[in-house]
């Protein structure tokens, strides 16, 4: 798994490598400390599974960098990591295309629970910044996922064709050349995101749904 962390501050940046180590202990982080650096890094990594993004950075132009980076990577699900909790904020990050918002306040926990939902296709945002104006947002911190249908990333789909042709983790980690680890997370996203209990309802309505096709050969 390969994660984008931006903050042009390399304490911040280093605390959020131990996070993700409790997300996947195989986890690559990418670092950046300004806006150019960024579209730099995402541009060289196009399997990047996420980016953590912080608000206020050199370069970063505010809510219209947020939006330029959600335009110019619409595959690439968008975290806002922010010291700002304020209910406004969330809800400009959600209209300028970010899957999530997180405090920085937040625990490791929260931290985890609330990147592992992104993953899976769906939107995190703090309950306690919600206000009951904010729209068709739970109380939990989730959304339904975006669009209306399942958000899935790259390395997903990747998963998922593999899934479709009957690999296991562990042939489906070899040639992705990523960890077995790293593959659970992903098939249990794709699950969560596509509303099934197994693999096999996954494949079968990830085809109904267009996402992959059966005639379509999977790598390896």
């Known amino acids: 798994m390969k994660i984008l962390v931006a903050d042009d501050h390399v304490l911040?940046?280093?605390g959020m490598r131990h996070v993700l180590q409790e997300l996947d202990t195989a986890v690559e982080v990418i670092e950046a400390g300004?806006?150019?650096a960024i579209r730099r890094e995402i541009a060289a990594h196009p399997d990047m599974d996420l980016a953590l993004v912080d608000l206020d950075m050199p370069g970063m132009n505010g809510w219209s960098g947020v939006k330029a980076l959600s335009q110019s990577f619409p595959d690439l699900p968008l975290v806002m990591v922010s010291g700002s909790e304020?209910?406004?904020h969330v809800r400009r990050a959600l209209a300028n295309g970010a899957m999530g918002y997180i405090?920085?306040?937040s625990g490791v926990d929260v931290m985890v629970a609330a990147l592992r939902l992104v993953l899976s296709g769906g939107?995190?945002?703090p309950p306690t910044l919600l206000e009951d104006e904010a729209g068709p947002v739970s109380r939990t911190g989730t959304l339904a996922l975006r669009g209306g249908g399942p958000h899935l990333t790259r390395?997903?789909?990747d998963v998922l064709r593999l899934m479709a042709d009957g690999r296991s983790n562990k042939e489906i980690?070899?040639?992705l050349d990523i960890a077995e680890g790293t593959v659970k997370i992903h098939v249990s996203a794709v699950m969560d995101a596509l509303g099934c209990a197994n693999r096999t309802e996954a494949v079968t309505r990830a085809t109904r749904l267009g996402l992959i096709s059966l005639?379509?050969?999977s790598t390896g």
């Open 12 to 14: 911040f940046r280093s």
């Open 155 to 157: 390395r997903q789909l």
């Open 103 to 105: 405090p920085k306040t």
């Open 215 to 217: 005639d379509q050969p």
């Open 86 to 88: 304020t209910p406004e």
């Open 173 to 175: 980690a070899r040639l």
């Open 34 to 36: 300004n806006f150019e």
């Open 123 to 125: 939107v995190y945002l």
